[in-house]
Protein backbone atom coordinates (compact mmCIF):
# COMPACT_ATOMS: atom_id res chain seq x y z
CA UNK A 1 0.00 0.00 0.00
CA UNK A 2 1.00 3.73 -0.55
CA UNK A 3 4.15 3.06 -2.90
CA UNK A 4 5.42 6.03 -4.15
CA UNK A 5 7.46 3.64 -7.01
CA UNK A 6 6.76 0.60 -7.68
CA UNK A 7 9.43 0.06 -10.42
CA UNK A 8 11.85 1.24 -7.53
CA UNK A 9 10.65 -0.79 -5.01
CA UNK A 10 10.69 -4.29 -7.15
CA UNK A 11 14.22 -3.31 -8.63
CA UNK A 12 14.77 -2.99 -5.14
CA UNK A 13 13.90 -6.87 -3.83
CA UNK A 14 10.99 -4.87 -1.74
CA UNK A 15 8.57 -6.14 -4.51
CA UNK A 16 8.37 -9.65 -5.19
CA UNK A 17 6.02 -9.69 -8.28
CA UNK A 18 4.64 -6.63 -10.43
CA UNK A 19 1.93 -6.76 -13.03
CA UNK A 20 3.36 -3.89 -15.31
CA UNK A 21 4.07 -3.98 -19.49
CA UNK A 22 6.38 -5.19 -21.86
CA UNK A 23 8.68 -1.73 -21.63
CA UNK A 24 9.94 -2.54 -18.03
CA UNK A 25 11.77 -5.38 -19.54
CA UNK A 26 14.78 -3.60 -20.60
CA UNK A 27 14.43 -1.52 -17.25
CA UNK A 28 14.90 -4.92 -15.06
CA UNK A 29 17.08 -6.26 -17.43
CA UNK A 30 19.79 -3.46 -16.85
CA UNK A 31 18.99 -3.83 -13.18
CA UNK A 32 22.41 -5.40 -11.74
CA UNK A 33 21.38 -8.85 -9.31
CA UNK A 34 18.22 -8.51 -10.52
CA UNK A 35 16.76 -12.10 -11.20
CA UNK A 36 13.00 -11.79 -13.03
CA UNK A 37 10.96 -13.51 -15.52
CA UNK A 38 8.27 -11.76 -17.60
CA UNK A 39 5.56 -13.77 -18.16
CA UNK A 40 2.23 -12.83 -20.00
CA UNK A 41 -0.55 -12.15 -17.17
CA UNK A 42 -2.38 -15.21 -15.97
CA UNK A 43 -5.62 -16.32 -17.76
CA UNK A 44 -8.79 -15.15 -16.04
CA UNK A 45 -12.63 -14.88 -16.68
CA UNK A 46 -11.72 -18.22 -19.13
CA UNK A 47 -10.41 -16.13 -22.27
CA UNK A 48 -7.14 -15.61 -23.03
CA UNK A 49 -6.53 -11.68 -23.54
CA UNK A 50 -4.26 -9.31 -22.58
CA UNK A 51 -4.70 -5.42 -22.47
CA UNK A 52 -2.44 -3.49 -25.27
CA UNK A 53 -1.85 -0.40 -26.25
CA UNK A 54 0.18 0.97 -28.84
CA UNK A 55 2.92 3.99 -30.49
CA UNK A 56 1.01 4.52 -33.75
CA UNK A 57 2.45 6.61 -36.65
CA UNK A 58 -0.11 8.54 -38.23
CA UNK A 59 -0.01 10.47 -41.54
CA UNK A 60 -2.27 13.58 -41.56
CA UNK A 61 -3.82 14.33 -44.50
CA UNK A 62 -3.02 17.41 -46.15
CA UNK A 63 -5.11 18.80 -49.61
CA UNK A 64 -1.91 20.34 -50.26
CA UNK A 65 0.76 17.88 -49.36
CA UNK A 66 4.15 17.95 -50.54
CA UNK A 67 4.57 14.87 -52.44
CA UNK A 68 8.44 14.48 -51.13
CA UNK A 69 7.42 14.91 -47.67
CA UNK A 70 5.04 12.37 -47.58
CA UNK A 71 7.30 10.04 -49.32
CA UNK A 72 9.81 10.58 -47.06
CA UNK A 73 7.58 10.29 -43.83
CA UNK A 74 6.22 6.68 -45.31
CA UNK A 75 10.03 5.77 -45.76
CA UNK A 76 10.77 6.52 -42.12
CA UNK A 77 7.33 4.64 -41.30
CA UNK A 78 8.95 1.27 -43.30
CA UNK A 79 11.96 1.88 -41.73
CA UNK A 80 11.14 2.58 -38.07
CA UNK A 81 8.63 -0.85 -38.48
CA UNK A 82 11.33 -2.86 -40.35
CA UNK A 83 13.71 -2.41 -37.70
CA UNK A 84 11.50 -3.24 -34.73
CA UNK A 85 14.26 -5.34 -32.89
CA UNK A 86 15.71 -2.15 -32.06
CA UNK A 87 12.71 -0.65 -30.88
CA UNK A 88 12.26 -4.08 -28.82
CA UNK A 89 15.67 -3.73 -26.92
CA UNK A 90 13.27 -1.49 -24.48
CA UNK A 91 11.14 -4.85 -24.12
CA UNK A 92 8.28 -3.75 -26.91
CA UNK A 93 6.59 -6.31 -28.92
CA UNK A 94 7.77 -5.20 -32.62
CA UNK A 95 4.38 -5.03 -34.99
CA UNK A 96 5.93 -7.04 -37.95
CA UNK A 97 6.07 -10.72 -37.54
CA UNK A 98 9.16 -10.96 -39.75
CA UNK A 99 10.87 -8.43 -36.96
CA UNK A 100 9.25 -11.42 -34.28
CA UNK A 101 10.40 -13.82 -36.37
CA UNK A 102 14.21 -12.42 -36.98
CA UNK A 103 17.28 -13.86 -35.85
CA UNK A 104 17.95 -10.40 -33.68
CA UNK A 105 14.99 -10.35 -32.11
CA UNK A 106 15.11 -14.04 -31.08
CA UNK A 107 18.63 -13.55 -29.47
CA UNK A 108 17.04 -10.72 -26.83
CA UNK A 109 16.73 -12.51 -23.72
CA UNK A 110 13.34 -12.61 -22.50
CA UNK A 111 11.29 -11.35 -25.09
CA UNK A 112 10.51 -14.69 -26.21
CA UNK A 113 8.50 -15.53 -23.58
CA UNK A 114 5.65 -13.02 -23.82
CA UNK A 115 5.92 -11.92 -27.88
CA UNK A 116 2.94 -14.56 -28.21
CA UNK A 117 0.61 -12.40 -26.24
CA UNK A 118 0.14 -10.52 -29.60
CA UNK A 119 -1.87 -12.99 -31.14
CA UNK A 120 -4.90 -12.32 -28.23
CA UNK A 121 -4.58 -8.51 -27.14
CA UNK A 122 -7.46 -6.50 -26.71
CA UNK A 123 -7.02 -3.17 -27.50
CA UNK A 124 -8.93 -0.27 -25.67
CA UNK A 125 -12.00 1.13 -27.57
CA UNK A 126 -11.85 3.88 -29.48
CA UNK A 127 -13.31 6.74 -27.52
CA UNK A 128 -13.40 10.20 -26.39
CA UNK A 129 -14.07 8.36 -22.99
CA UNK A 130 -11.46 5.57 -22.77
CA UNK A 131 -8.70 7.34 -20.74
CA UNK A 132 -11.68 8.84 -18.27
CA UNK A 133 -12.98 5.21 -17.63
CA UNK A 134 -9.05 3.77 -16.54
CA UNK A 135 -8.60 6.47 -13.77
CA UNK A 136 -12.11 5.78 -12.62
CA UNK A 137 -11.17 1.72 -13.40
CA UNK A 138 -7.54 2.46 -11.52
CA UNK A 139 -8.82 4.94 -8.43
CA UNK A 140 -11.32 2.71 -7.31
CA UNK A 141 -9.43 -0.74 -7.83
CA UNK A 142 -6.63 1.05 -5.47
CA UNK A 143 -9.54 1.58 -3.17
CA UNK A 144 -10.83 -2.20 -2.74
CA UNK A 145 -6.75 -2.83 -2.48
CA UNK A 146 -5.89 -0.47 0.21
CA UNK A 147 -9.44 -1.44 2.31
CA UNK A 148 -10.91 1.46 1.85
CA UNK A 149 -14.06 0.15 -0.11
CA UNK A 150 -15.22 -3.46 -0.50
CA UNK A 151 -15.21 -5.00 -4.10
CA UNK A 152 -18.62 -4.27 -4.09
CA UNK A 153 -18.44 -0.61 -3.18
CA UNK A 154 -16.27 -0.12 -5.36
CA UNK A 155 -18.04 -1.49 -8.37
CA UNK A 156 -20.88 0.21 -7.49
CA UNK A 157 -19.11 3.34 -7.73
CA UNK A 158 -17.23 2.22 -10.98
CA UNK A 159 -20.59 1.75 -12.14
CA UNK A 160 -22.16 4.97 -11.45
CA UNK A 161 -18.99 7.45 -12.30
CA UNK A 162 -18.52 5.67 -15.73
CA UNK A 163 -22.20 6.11 -16.45
CA UNK A 164 -22.18 9.76 -15.18
CA UNK A 165 -19.05 10.06 -17.65
CA UNK A 166 -20.66 8.81 -21.02
CA UNK A 167 -23.80 10.60 -20.15
CA UNK A 168 -22.67 14.05 -20.28
Not at 46 to 66: C, E, I, M, R
Not at 134 to 149: K, V, Y
Request: net charge negative; no cysteine.
Amino acid sequence: MNLADFYSDFQTGNAAVMATGVWATGIWEKTDGLEFTPMPFPNMFGQKAAWASSHTFVLPFYSNADEEVLKGAVEFMKFATDNGAMWAKAGHIPAKDTVVESKEFKELPYRSDYAQVADYVKVVDKTVHARGIQDIMIRNLDRIWTNEATPEEAFKTIEQEVTELISN
